[in-house]
Nanobody, 120 residues
Framework: QVQLVESGGGLVQPGESLRLSCAAS????????MGWYRQAPGKQRELVAF????????YADSVKGRFTISRDNANAKTVYLQMHSLKPEDTAVYSC?????????????WGQGTQVTVSS
C-alpha cells in the first residue's frame, strides 16, 4: 500500500503562483511514476503532469510553460507541482497519483485531493 498526502492548495488571485506538494509513504516500489490530476466542477478529471523516476516529465497542453513538476532529489518520495501565472480555469481539486508503471501514469494509488481556487 502507498499513502499520498497533498498540501499547498488554497485561494489565489489570477496571475499568482502556488506550489503543491505530495508526500508518498508505505511500500514504495521503484522505478515508478508520480503525477498530478485535477477535476473542476462539472468536468472530467484530467492529467496535469507526471514525472518518472528517471526524470521524464509530461504536461497537459493547457499548463505547459506555466506549471513545473519535480521530485525531491534527496527524497524521491515527494513530488511538487509549481504553478505560475494561474488562471481562473485552473480552479479545481488537484490530486496526487502514484503509478507502478515506470513510463507514465497508470494510477494505482490516489491522494485525497487539495482545492486550488483562482479568483479575484
Amino acid at each position: 500500500q502507498v499513502q499520498l498526502v497533498e498540501s499547498g492548495g488554497g485561494l489565489v488571485q489570477p496571475g499568482e503562483s502556488l506550489r503543491l506538494s505530495c508526500a508518498a509513504s508505505g511500500t514504495i516500489v521503484s522505478p515508478n511514476t508520480m503525477g498530478w490530476y485535477r477535476q473542476a466542477p462539472g468536468k472530467q478529471r484530467e492529467l496535469v503532469a507526471f514525472i518518472t523516476s528517471g526524470g521524464i516529465t509530461n504536461y497537459a497542453d493547457s499548463v505547459k510553460g506555466r506549471f513545473t513538476i519535480s521530485r525531491d532529489n534527496a527524497n524521491a518520495k515527494t513530488v511538487y507541482l509549481q504553478m505560475h501565472s494561474l488562471k481562473p480555469e485552473d480552479t479545481a481539486v488537484y490530486s496526487c497519483a502514484f503509478s507502478r508503471y515506470r513510463f507514465g501514469m497508470r494510477p494505482n494509488y490516489w491522494g485525497q485531493g487539495t482545492q486550488v481556487t483562482v479568483s479575484s
